[in-house]
Nanobody, 121 residues
Framework: QVQLVESGGGLVQPGGSLRLSCAAS????????MGWYRQAPGKQRELVAT???????NYAESVKGRFTISRDNAKKTVSLQMNSLTPEDTAVYYC???????????????WGQGTQVTVSS
């Protein structure tokens, strides 16, 4: 079994900052991509940022320059530092990882339960 557990969501004023964290646990042999997606009410889930290594990162255009993704392979964690938040960033944020379990030869996609981020004055 593989679990992704997010933390760090909450309510913040426009212009403020939040840091999301996600920890992977379970029977994990290897992790490829780790990243963050978000889903606002009435909208489809969208990519926010993903990383394979510290040099291989991808950001949605809407968050470039404001959000920073980082990863600790030893701890199996991925974090998202979110600065200059706007109401348009309000959404449920989901951690995502491509995980190969012990005894498997393929990667499976796993999701966290989601954490709410609300940007409002």
């Amino acid at each position: 079994q593989v679990q992704l557990v997010e933390s760090g969501g909450g309510l913040v004023q426009p212009g403020g900052s939040l840091r999301l964290s996600c920890a992977a646990s379970g029977s994990i042999f290897s992790i490829n991509h780790m990243g963050w997606y978000r889903q606002a009410p009435g909208k489809q889930r969208e990519l926010v940022a993903t990383t394979i290594t510290s040099d291989m990162v991808n950001y949605a255009e809407s968050v470039k320059g404001r959000f920073t993704i980082s990863r600790d392979n030893a701890k199996k964690t991925v974090s998202l530092q979110m600065n200059s938040l706007t109401p348009e960033d309000t959404a449920v944020y989901y951690c995502n990882a491509d995980v190969m379990k012990y005894g498997s030869r393929v990667y499976g996609v796993y999701w966290g339960q989601g954490t709410q981020v609300t940007v409002s004055s």
